[in-house]
């Protein structure tokens, strides 16, 4: 069974994650969910939300759910020996890109982070900040050149959304296709055959 990490972070959007966890909750996966405090604030404050309860929802279909708590650094998934697939961190916030790309591991969620990179895994980060300011992005450039995905929260446009529910689908559809998973949360791209 596939064993993926997802984190959540203090930046807005969290309609993405709630998208993406319900499309992985649909999997057989063992998913290990990490959330920050602000992480859960704002999950709370944006949706309504409350992270145990979606976890036992969540828990109940295909995919085993094991919700972490982002202190507790003798967690499994603090250790490169313990086997993860994957790891997305989204939202992800401007001080957590920051800490993954200088080191810094205070939280389970950075020290993950910095397993999944040490470790050469598939790290995937979703920050949703605009406009982005020169350190972000020299962050993010550093992060890039260690082989983590970056995947800024940009809707595409070209499949005519109508919905905000759709625009939110293609942003989960496509941090699902970085992590190597089959979904159908978005319409996807078959070019212009008009002539």
Not at 57 to 83: H, K, Q, T, Y
């Amino acid at each position: 069974m596939k064993r993926i990490i997802v984190g959540i972070t203090g930046a807005s959007g969290s309609a993405y994650f709630l998208r993406v966890m319900e499309a992985l909750s649909r999997q057989e996966l063992e998913i290990h969910l990490i959330a920050s405090e602000q992480g859960r604030k704002v999950l709370a404050y944006e949706t309504g939300a409350v992270l145990e309860e979606k976890a036992r929802l969540w828990g109940g279909g295909r995919a085993a759910i094991v919700l972490e708590d982002n202190e507790n650094m003798f967690s499994p998934v603090a250790s490169g020996s313990f086997r993860c697939d994957a790891m997305v961190i989204l939202p992800c916030s401007m001080s957590t890109v920051a800490e993954i790309a200088c080191g810094i591991t205070k939280t389970l969620l950075t020290r993950a982070a910095d397993v999944m990179i040490k470790e050469r895994r598939r790290l995937v980060l979703v920050p949703r900040e605009t406009p982005l300011s020169t350190v972000h992005l020299r962050r993010m450039a550093e992060l890039s050149e260690l082989g983590v995905t970056i995947l800024p929260a940009m809707p595409g446009f070209y499949g005519h959304p109508q919905t905000l529910d759709e625009i939110v689908g293609f942003v989960a559809g496509k941090v699902l296709d970085s992590l190597e998973i089959e979904n159908d949360c978005y319409q996807r791209w078959e070019g212009n055959h008009e002539k």
